[in-house]
C-alpha cells in the first residue's frame, strides 16, 4: 500500500504542470466566457445579467453572419490544399539527400513570428509595387491585380500566406506518419509491379489517414482563429470582405467595450470547432485506415 500511494503521489507529481496549466489557461477561462456571455458589461459599470441575450443578438447580427461565411471560406481555401501539397512535400524529402537541411528551409516560416510574415507579404501582394506583380509584369506581360484590395482575391491571398507559413508544420506531422508505414507493403507491391503512383494512392496515402485526420482536425481550429495576419494586412476590408470570427470578437470586446456580447460569440465560436471536430471523427471511421 505505501509503494502504491508513492507510485500515486509521483504519479500525480510529474502530471500536475500539465494539470495546473489546462485548468489556468484553458478550462477557467472557458467557464468563465460563457458565464460572461451571460451578462451585459463594458468593462466599466457593474455587470448585469441578461441570459441568452447576447447569443440571439450574435445570431442575428449581420456582421457575426459575415464573418462566418468567411471564415468557412477561408478554412475551405486553406485545409484541403495545405495538407495536399503538405503530403506532396513530405514524400519528397521522406528520402532525398540533405533532407535535414531541406526540411529546416521549409520549417523556418512556421518559428516566424506571423506578423513579421505578415508585413513581408504584404509588400509582395502589394499591388503597385510588390515583387509578385512585378514578376507577373517582367515574365509573362500579365498586369497583377491588387492582391488585398479586391473583393473576390483578399481572402484566397490570406490563404496562400498560411499556407505557405503552416505547410512546414504540417509536413514534419506527415513525415513522422511517413516514417511509422512498414517498408513491407512496398516491397511486396513491387514485386507485385505496381508502380510509384500505385505505390502512393494504394500505399502511402490510405496508411497516411491517420495523420492525415489529425491534421484536418489542428487545420480547421486554425483556420476558425485566424486573426493576426487579417488585422496586419487587411484590417478586416476591404469592405469586410476578410473579416473573420475572431476578427468580429476583437471589434466587439476591444472597441465596442462590448465584452458579454464578444463572449457569447467566443462560445458560438467554440461550439462550431467543437461541432467539426465531433463530425470529422466520426465520420473519419469510414475512411481513416490503420496499418494493424
Known amino acids: 500500500m505505501n509503494r502504491k500511494r508513492s507510485n500515486t503521489f509521483w504519479g500525480y507529481f510529474f502530471i500536475a504542470p500539465q494539470l495546473i496549466g489546462l485548468l489556468s489557461f484553458s478550462l477557467i477561462p472557458l467557464i468563465t466566457t460563457f458565464v460572461l456571455s451571460t451578462l451585459d458589461w463594458d468593462g466599466?459599470?457593474?455587470?448585469?445579467?441578461?441570459?441568452?441575450?447576447?447569443?440571439?443578438?450574435?445570431?442575428?447580427?449581420?456582421?457575426?453572419?459575415?464573418?462566418?461565411?468567411n471564415t468557412l471560406y477561408y478554412s475551405l481555401?486553406?485545409?484541403?490544399?495545405?495538407?495536399?501539397?503538405?503530403?506532396?512535400?513530405?514524400?519528397?524529402?521522406n528520402k532525398v539527400r540533405y533532407r535535414v537541411m531541406y526540411r529546416l528551409f521549409f520549417f523556418?516560416?512556421?518559428?516566424?513570428?506571423s506578423v513579421a510574415v505578415a508585413i513581408v507579404w504584404m509588400w509582395l501582394l502589394n499591388g503597385d509595387f510588390g515583387i509578385i506583380n512585378f514578376l507577373l509584369h517582367s515574365l509573362f506581360g500579365i498586369k497583377g491585380p491588387q492582391w488585398l484590395t479586391n473583393l473576390d482575391l483578399v481572402l484566397p491571398s490570406l490563404a496562400i500566406v498560411s499556407i505557405w507559413q503552416k505547410l512546414g508544420f504540417n509536413m514534419i506531422i506527415f513525415l513522422a506518419g511517413l516514417q511509422g508505414i512498414s517498408r513491407d507493403y512496398y516491397e511486396a507491391s513491387m514485386i507485385?509491379?505496381?508502380?510509384?503512383?500505385?505505390?502512393?494512392?494504394?500505399?502511402?496515402?490510405?496508411?497516411l489517414s491517420p495523420t492525415t485526420l489529425f491534421v484536418t482536425i489542428i487545420g480547421i481550429i486554425d483556420s476558425f482563429k485566424i486573426f493576426d495576419t487579417a488585422f496586419v494586412m487587411t484590417s478586416g476590408g476591404p469592405a469586410k470582405a476578410s473579416y473573420t470570427i475572431v476578427y468580429h470578437l476583437y471589434e466587439l470586446a476591444f472597441k465596442n467595450f462590448q465584452f458579454g456580447r464578444s463572449a457569447a460569440a467566443a462560445t458560438m465560436l467554440f461550439v462550431i470547432i467543437l461541432t467539426f471536430t465531433i463530425a470529422?471523427?466520426?465520420?473519419?471511421?469510414?475512411?481513416?485506415?490503420?496499418?494493424?
Open 77 to 93: 481555401l486553406t485545409v484541403p490544399m495545405g495538407i495536399f501539397l503538405a503530403i506532396l512535400v513530405a514524400v519528397a524529402l
Open 108 to 113: 523556418m516560416p512556421v518559428v516566424t513570428s
Open 44 to 69: 466599466f459599470q457593474p455587470a448585469t445579467f441578461i441570459g441568452f441575450n447576447n447569443f440571439s443578438y450574435a445570431f442575428h447580427n449581420p456582421d457575426f453572419q459575415k464573418a462566418l461565411v
Open 280 to 292: 470529422q471523427t466520426y465520420i473519419s471511421r469510414k475512411w481513416v485506415h490503420y496499418a494493424d
Open 192 to 207: 507485385d509491379g505496381a508502380s510509384r503512383s500505385q505505390q502512393f494512392w494504394k500505399i502511402t496515402v490510405p496508411l
